[in-house]
């Protein structure tokens, strides 16, 4: 099918499968590996897209489902797409509604057609077809769309697994035949199949014969054990066309995303940074810091040293604090902005260590740093996941 991108592989890691890659998009260049901040409703919680764009964010995401709901697919149309509706310059990826399947699925009925939803807003039906997703993603005017497929939870098991997975194949040949705008959007298929190396191997044949400009590897961070997690991951990589780019869907923390990058994944997405950040958590190289706490009421430092974003520069951890612990908004803006300029800086981090070649030395700084120094606090599965690209955590 057509393709409105192009990928181009810079830097490559002698030791992992850790690329550094240029991906063009209609809305201008994104440097992979990269962290997409999620702006569920056309917005990231507690921010203006401006504040975004001044993160240096060239890629986020929206949310079809929620946007087909509000402001719906009419004012859409009227406004021209998310970009302008939101006042983004930036690229955009939206989710097909699919993974709303699993986490409304008390509202949700899956018959071959589509899925039924029912609104969490006024109860009323709203029948998500392959045909309707396209639609709406078509009228928000995403850069990335992706296929509508029958997602499950990870940890369902039996025919459910093999019967979504075939289903969420027929649903892509149904998304290409209703893709519209294929000169200046792109459409990802999804990779399903479980935990069943079998079907993910069936899923990656079929899929890759329907030739989309990039590929997702879904189904997956929905509480399944983390050792089968990664050799999922890696499966799906060491198999997927080397030329475009490869997206784990729903992977955020921080140990996730520098394992992955090392698996061969270029793509994320999650909205951890932001959700962590309404109870008060920031994220740091030295690991999560709760400024709830009541020992950071007399401290005058920032968040963390040597942190260039806006919260660090200009705020301490007292103010912090307070704003936190009385549960003013400014407190949520001020760690959400911390938290989400931490995931750039983190994926920045591991791109120019990928292009000095030195990703396996920093991948154990990164370890040494976050568990504070303590080799026994390394999880078994991040240990056993980087062995198998050649990075021995533990010597």
Known sequence: MKSALTFKTIATCSTTKARVSILTLPHGPVDTPVF??????????????????????????????????????????????????????????????????????????????????????????????????????????????????????????????????????????????????????????????GLNVDLRKKCVEEMVKRDTPGYAVGGLSGGEEKDVFWKIVTLCTDLLPKIKPIYCMGVGYAEDLVVCVALGVDM????????????????????????????????????????????????????????????????????????VAFQLRLM????EAIKKDEFPAWIKKFFNSYFGGDKTKYPQWAVNALKSVNVDLLQ
Request: charged share 20%.
């Open 268 to 339: 994320f997405d999650c909205v951890f940074p932001t959700r962590t950040a309404r109870f008060g958590n920031a994220l740091t190289m030295s690991g999560t810091v709760s400024l709830k706490s009541g020992k950071y009421a007399t401290d005058f430092g920032p968040i963390e040293e040597g942190c260039d974003c806006s919260t660090c520069r200009d705020y301490t951890r007292s103010y912090v604090h307070l704003n936190v612990s009385t549960k003013d908004t400014v407190g949520c803006h001020l760690v959400s902005n911390h938290n």
């Open 36 to 193: 997409m901040p999620v702006g569920t409703q056309g917005t990231l919680k507690g921010f203006t897209p401006k504040q975004i764009q001044n993160m240096n964010c060239q890629i986020m995401l929206n949310n079809t489902y929620h946007l087909g709901l509000k402001p719906g697919q009419e004012i859409l149309d009227q406004v021209g797409g998310s970009h302008n509706f939101q006042n983004w310059q930036g690229n955009l990826l939206t989710d097909s509604g699919g993974f709303q399947m699993v986490s409304l699925l008390k509202l949700a009925k899956i018959t071959e057609e589509g899925v039924q939803f029912q609104s969490p807003h006024d109860g009323s039906l709203m029948m998500l077809t392959p045909e309707h997703s396209m639609a709406l993603q078509n009228s928000i005017g995403a850069d990335i769309m992706m296929q509508l497929d029958d997602v499950i939870s990870s940890l369902t098991t039996g025919p459910r697994v093999e019967e979504a997975m075939w289903r969420s194949i027929r649903w892509l040949d149904r998304c290409i035949k209703a893709h519209k705008k294929q000169d200046t959007q792109n459409l990802f298929a999804i990779i399903q199949g």
């Open 348 to 351: 920045r981090g591991m791109r």
